[in-house]
Every structure is written in C-alpha cells, then in structure tokens.
C-alpha cells in the first residue's frame, strides 16, 4: 500500500528506510520512503522475518499521525477553559510541584497512576516510565491491563508460578485450533502476535487441520473457520468446564510430558463432575453431542492448541475461562509442545533475565469496595469510585500516560465526572482528548516515527523468534521530547522535590538520585545494548543494526517444562481460588441464560485502533463503523429497522446511536465497538468529532468486573434497546 504522492512533492533524493508499526501487537516491519525528510510512501516489508511483507491500513496512517496539525508539540496547561504553550522546564516544575503538593496535604495514596496501552507498545516507557511511577510509592496504580489481559497473567501465575509465562499457540505448525473470544483477522492478534493472519490461518487450512471458533457473532475469522458456535456471551467458562468433564468422562486425559508435573487431577475431576455438556447447553447455547465430538477431536489431534483472548478474557468469568483454557491445553499435553502452546525466547529475554517480576496476588485490596491487587495493581474498574469517595486514601491528583480511560474503562461517564473534581492532573499524551482535556498540564512525547524502537514486549509473544532494531523514521523537532526522556527528567525532579517525603536514609537517597542521573543518561538503545551484552543474546546490537530488517532465532522450542523441572515446581491444577469460585458458580452454569435480556458484546474493526487514531481522514473515511448490530427476530420483536437511530440504556448510562440489522450476530445479543464518541465538550480532534461516535463504555458498568481478578466484564452487558 502506498501513498498517493502529493502535488506539491519536493525534490531530493528518496531515501529508503527500515522501520516498524506499534500500533498493535503485530508489529509488522515497514519500509519508508522519505524525500527531504518527509515520509512520502509507507510499505511492508517483505524481508522481515515474521511479518513478510503484511501490513494493515493503519500503517499508512503513521504518517497522518506525524503530520497531525491536532498533535500537541509543546506542553500546554490549561487556564480555565483555555490552553496555554509553555516551555518543557516550566512544565516538569509544575507537574512535579502539583504532585507533591497533593502528596503532602493528602498523603501518598491521594496520587494515582493510569497508564495505557501504548505504554508497552512504546520502549521508552517500558525502559524509563518506573524511574518515576515507582518514586510515588502509590498503591492507586491502575493501567489497560484490567481492562484487558489481566486473567491470562493470573493464570500463568497460578499455573506456572510467573504472571508473563504465557505460552503462544504455535499457529504454523498446529493441525486443529479452537480459538474463543478473538477476532485475529481484524485485531491482527493478542497475546500472540503473528502477522498476516489470513495467510497463517489459510496454511493451517491447506495443510489438512481445523479452526473452530466460539464467537456470538460472525466475523472476519469465522469467515476462515470450519465450524463456527455462536455461543451465549458471558457463558464460556461453563462451556470450557464442560470440556474438562469430558475429557475426564471420556478418558481422554493424556498429559504426557506433564505426567510428573502437574498435581490435583482426582480433585479437578471431582470439580468439574457437575458440568458435563448435558448439563451446561442450555446455559451455553452449545449442543452437549458438538461440545463432546469437538473434546474428542481435539484430544485425538497430536498438535493442537486452545486459544482465548479479549471475548473471554472481560467477562464475568474472565479467569475461570483463561485457567480452564490453560488447564485443556495441559490435559492434553499441548502446554509446551511443537504445534500446541509454546513460550516464546526472544533475544532479550526480560523473565529469564529476572527483569519482570513473578506477580503477587490479593496481598491488598481497594479501599472503597474491596478488589483484590494484582502484581501491584488495583482494577482500573474501582478508579472513579476511588476518586469520587471521601476519606483517608481518596485519589486526589492523577497522573495518565499513554492512556484515555474515559473513552476505554467502565462507566466513562462517571470517571468523566470524577476527573472534573481532581485537585491536580497531568496527562502525557500527544492529543488533547476526552482524558487529557481534564489535565492541568499535557506533556506531548514524539510519535513513532520519530523515535527508534525495539519491541521489548511484544517479541516475547510472537508465534516466531525474531529480533528487530529500528532508527527513527524522520528526525524528531529540535525542542520535542521522547517519552523516555520525560520520564528521565521527571524522575530527576521529583526526587529533589519529594526529598522530605521520604522515609529512607539519606544514603539511599543519594544512591537513588545517582541512579536516576545515570540512567537519565541512557537512552533506550543503550540500556538494549547493555542488556544484550549482559544476558548473553544471541544477537547483539551490531547484528540489529547490521539487519533492519529484522533477524530470524528460528521456531518456537519447547522449554516450559525443562525450566519448571529445573526449578523444582510442579503444577497445581486447581488453584486455590478456583476451588472455591466452582461451587459459587455451579447453580448459575446450570441454569437457562436468561433470553429476554439483551446483551451488548463489543467488536473490532481493521481500520480502528482502541480510542485513538480516529483523527486520520483515511482510516475513518467511508461507512460509519460506530453502529449497534442487532439481529432481525430482535429488531423486528421491537418494531425496528435497519438504519434508524435507536436509544441504548444499561444500568449506568443511555446513549443513542444508528442501528445495523444483520443475522451475523446471535439473537439476544447486540454489539457495538468501543474507542469512539469524541463529542464531550473540549475535545481538540477535528477529524474524530466529525466521526465522533459513540461510547460503548458510557453503557459498560464498573461494578460488572471479574471476582477472581477484577477485570471488567464488558462482555454480556445487559442492555435495553428502544427507538430513540
Ligand atoms: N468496551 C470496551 N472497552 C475496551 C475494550 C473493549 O474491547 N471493549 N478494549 C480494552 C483494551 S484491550 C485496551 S488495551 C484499552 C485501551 O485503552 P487505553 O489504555 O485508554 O489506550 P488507547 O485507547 O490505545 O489510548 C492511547 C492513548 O495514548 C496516546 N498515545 C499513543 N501513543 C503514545 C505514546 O507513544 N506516548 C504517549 N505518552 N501517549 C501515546 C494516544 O494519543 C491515546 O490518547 O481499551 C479497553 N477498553
Ligand atoms: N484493528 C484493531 N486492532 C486491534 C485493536 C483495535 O482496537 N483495532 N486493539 C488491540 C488490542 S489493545 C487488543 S487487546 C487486541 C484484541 O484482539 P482480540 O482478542 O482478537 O479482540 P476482538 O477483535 O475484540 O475480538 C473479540 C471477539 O470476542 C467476541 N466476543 C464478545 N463477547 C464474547 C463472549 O462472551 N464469548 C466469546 N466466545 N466471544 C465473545 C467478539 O464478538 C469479538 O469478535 O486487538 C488489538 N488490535
Ligand atoms: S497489523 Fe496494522 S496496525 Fe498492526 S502492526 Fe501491522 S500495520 Fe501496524
Ligand atoms: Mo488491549
């Protein structure tokens, strides 16, 4: 895909450079053409080892996002309902000054922290944003991961000890794949990050094996399946403990190499006795005979793999569906095995290395409603209700990164309402958006163009080991500042500033400056090539620079099971908090769903990109994708018709937006895709307001989270539908 070349081009050479997109978990390689300096074409890049020349139409929009005249390039702060430019040294004192006033007047708690989903994507936060998150000491620490892929990190906690040993389904080499809950074909992949979907899928295809998909609608992946359930939403834990039944009541339990690993098997047997298929189909909508050939053929398949992402992962049940897809996977001996589920050993490997830490589990708990922590974070759900209730510990200063959580949690409009009420707000994002228009100050980092990049997380859930360094596409402007560069000169300040806050000696004060000056210093690249030299990679950083297009380490091998045995640990089948989440489940998994609530699902769209990315024309230009799907037996039950604009209401909000007729989607459900209605008052994206949407968070509810982890359960909300 290239560039329409524009009319006025200028003259010059044109220069071909390597890059990559971090737009999504994908990552694909990219290949620029730039002319004076500006990009002038946007490519795929056929010699990238894992995506091969795959790219989506949000690539191209890079270069919308670094053109972008909405883009903030100086950091501004807001004087009553205006914005004013300051300089970059006037804006670190008074982001540092707000902060530690409010931690001196209300205490440590009183500061809390957002940050988004971009902040994996971009390895400036990830190498330098805990040189200042971690100098607030706060336990008010929220991010997009409970809104996303909490349960798979407190399954692989439970399961094998470590929050990111997720093993990725090794989809070029699986013959029968059963994948709940995702849509690969227009997310590009989660937690599994393998480009060119379709063509991955296809060879699967080719090669003789099999996808299956639960999913209550029809989507893009469904097109590329061999069987399709349009299951209940909401109702895929039960579902999947019907599947263990049945591998037990089949005799279908071949660990393999897990024999000697894994424990508790006689008491999951007796867990899951109640919910055979028979018994959970009127709940799940999945005939018992289909839920029973389908355990069969995948238990009789040597290579096989269960896959589920964001479907499964925010709903009420998000952690019974992620242990239960762990523990198919292990049952089956798929954990581990070439073609089943497999840990990823990039050239940097941050969990062998010690660098990311094992998790913590409900070692405290929110103050206002009692939500268990994970790995040191609260439910990004409990925030609003954090900050809009008084008392010891009330969130009164926030700070967002990377992140626009009134458009992207529960209950948008609520913590609209509660962000209006802060006492201080700083917001580092490169737009003035329905979250940073409440900030005080805005502190606008370069985009990815701009800045070099290694991806540190995503390569360690590729479906291939790869490794790839790219420069800066274009130079960034002379005063702009990259995220880790902010994070570096905060850091610095706010250690002076917050001095007398301390509690530690004034040794490990000095040792703590000295650190973060040295650091300062150290940009992304350097602390790559430091931690490529000092964990003995298999590539240094000559080998990333001598190849920009990426450097193939070949498949992924087995190494799960070798390291736990190494380790000593054994698998403990049945967590603790499962056992005693069953039985609190048993009667509802038993029941009919009920039919005559519907249920609002959501829904991805190739040219969209969570809340942001809406302000490039190309991607929004066309059909509105912001509509509610509904089917026609639910549409006609309620006098509707295709097109006409019906009101939507939940327990928490009323939004009115267009409706879309289709039988693609279950009947009793309706979906609706999230990230849009930029109309709030303030907004500074004329793009986006001119496609402003809706917001489906403004219907999700903040208290429908997860039990066992606290995720939101934005699956399955029950809503009303009306004309408007
Ligand atoms: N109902 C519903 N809600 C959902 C979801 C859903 O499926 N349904 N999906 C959820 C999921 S999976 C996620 S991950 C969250 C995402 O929700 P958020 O965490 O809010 O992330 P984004 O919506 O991607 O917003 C990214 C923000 O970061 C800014 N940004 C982009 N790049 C950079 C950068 O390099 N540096 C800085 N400082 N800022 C940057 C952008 O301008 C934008 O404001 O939404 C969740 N919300
Ligand atoms: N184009 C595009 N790509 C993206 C993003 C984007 O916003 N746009 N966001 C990125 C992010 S942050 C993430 S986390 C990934 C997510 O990537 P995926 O996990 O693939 O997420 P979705 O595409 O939302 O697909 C979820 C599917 O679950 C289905 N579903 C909903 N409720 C249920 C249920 O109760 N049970 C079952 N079985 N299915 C259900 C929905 O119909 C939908 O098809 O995508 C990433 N890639
Ligand atoms: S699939 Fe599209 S958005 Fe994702 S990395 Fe590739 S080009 Fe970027
Ligand atoms: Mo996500």
Redesign the pocket.
Known sequence: MSLPSSSSAPTGPIETRHGAC?LCEAICGLTFQVQNERIVSVKGNEADPLSRGHICPKAVALKD?HEDPDRLRQPVRRVGDRWEPISWDQAFDLVVDGLVKVREQHGTQAVAV??????I??W??VTHGHLFFSQLRTRARF???S???LPHHLAAYWLYGHQFMLPIPDIDRTQYMIMLGANPMASNG?LMTAPDMRGRLKALRERGGKLVVLDPRETETTALSDEHLAIVPGSDAAWLLSVIHTLFDEALVKPDAWSELIQGLDALRAAVQPFSPEATAAYTGVEAAITRRLTREFAHTSAAVMYGR?GVS?QAHGALCQWAIQVINLLTGNVDRVGGALLTTPALNLISAGLMGKGHYDVWRSRVRGAPEFAGELPVSVMAEEMLTPGKGQIRALV???????????NGTQLDRALEGLDFMV?????I?E??RHADVI??????VE?DHYDLVFLHLAVRNTARYSDAIVPAAPDARH?WQ?YSELAQRYARRAWSLERSSAWQRIQGLATRALMAKLSPRRVLALGLRRHQAPVRMADLLAHPEGIDLGPLQPSLVATLRRKRKTVSLLPDAVARELPLVTAEFLSTACSDTLRLI???DVRT?????HNSERLVSGKNRCVLWMHPHDAQARQLQDGQSVAVSSRVGRIIVPLHVTPKIRTGVVS????WGHNRAGVQLKVAQAHAGV???D??DDRAIDRLSGN?A?SAVPVEVSPA
């Open positions: 971090n996002l957002y940050q988004g989903n971009p902040s994507h971009n400036g936060n991010s997009a991961t809104v996303d892929q989660s964001m925010t967002t990164s990377c992140g626009n959580p009134v458009l992207s949690t529960p917001s580092m994002d490169f737009y958006n979250t940073s502190l606008p980092p370069t985009c990815f800045h995220d902010i959501g829904r991805r990109n969570n809340s942001w990315m609706l895709p999230h990230g917001s489906i968070n219907l999700t939101a934005f």
